[in-house]
């Protein structure tokens, strides 16, 4: 039973490009939520999707933006890097909009140099 | 807006010594409390949930933790740890939605 798998693993960009991330959730699992963890401090939530719409938001500028397909993968674009984009970007899967317990993956570390 | 707060950001210990990690949250509601754990160079783990009925929930790998709705709190133990506990723990509040909000944190280390 696979887990949580996110791709790439790292990633080094210049500050201005724009970044994908993927994310492909748990088996049997149809939420993602995306979260973005910089270094020494606790995950923070960006948004959730659910039904290949997003359904909650956190407190993140519009140049973060996502998508989920059909099979529930899950994708997190960032426009306009700064470099304080640079930090772990944690996927979790969940089942249902709101009751599930969520699992997460490795992780993808982005460095915005 | 709900926030999370770990009151220690480093603990260490020595191996068979107790551990209580204290969390507090702000939000008036219901909410759903967790307990995560990422060993070093692995993915955040749940060791624990709290979602209704029993305040003492117990978790894997001996970890237990305590809700006490008055003070808003949800703190970790474990009666005697092991150097395999040496992890970065993370305490979580689920209120409206699916939104984790997570604490800042608390770094374990024990000695052998």
């Known amino acids: ?113 | 807006a709900q926030s999370v707060s770990q009151h220690n950001h480093h603990v260490i210990l020595s191996e068979a010594a107790s551990l209580e990690l204290g969390c507090n949250y702000s939000y008036g509601g219901t909410v759903n409390l967790f307990w995560y754990v990422q060993y070093p160079g692995q993915h955040l783990q749940l060791l624990l949930k709290y979602f209704s009925g029993d305040p003492l929930v117990k978790g894997i790998k001996g970890f237990e933790a305590e809700f006490i709705k008055s003070k808003f709190s949800f703190n970790l133990r474990k009666p005697s740890v092991q150097w395999s506990d040496t992890a970065e723990y993370f305490c979580a509040v689920k209120a409206a939605g699916n939104k984790l909000t997570f604490g800042g944190g608390t770094r374990v280390l024990v000695k052998p």
């Open chain 1, 1 to 113: 039973d696979a887990g949580v798998t996110q791709s790439p693993t790292h990633l080094i960009k210049t500050r201005g490009q724009q970044v994908t991330l993927r994310c492909s959730p748990k088996s049997g699992h149809d939420t993602v939520s995306w979260y973005q963890q910089a270094l020494g401090q606790g995950p923070q939530f960006i948004f959730q999707y659910y039904e290949e719409e997003e359904r909650q938001r956190g407190n993140f500028p519009d140049r973060f933006s996502g998508h989920q397909f059909p099979n529930y993968s899950s994708e997190l674009n960032v426009n306009a890097l700064l470099l304080g984009d640079s930090a772990l970007y944690l996927c979790a899967s969940s089942l249902g909009e709101t009751g599930g317990i969520q699992y997460f993956g490795a992780g993808t570390r982005l460095s915005v140099l």
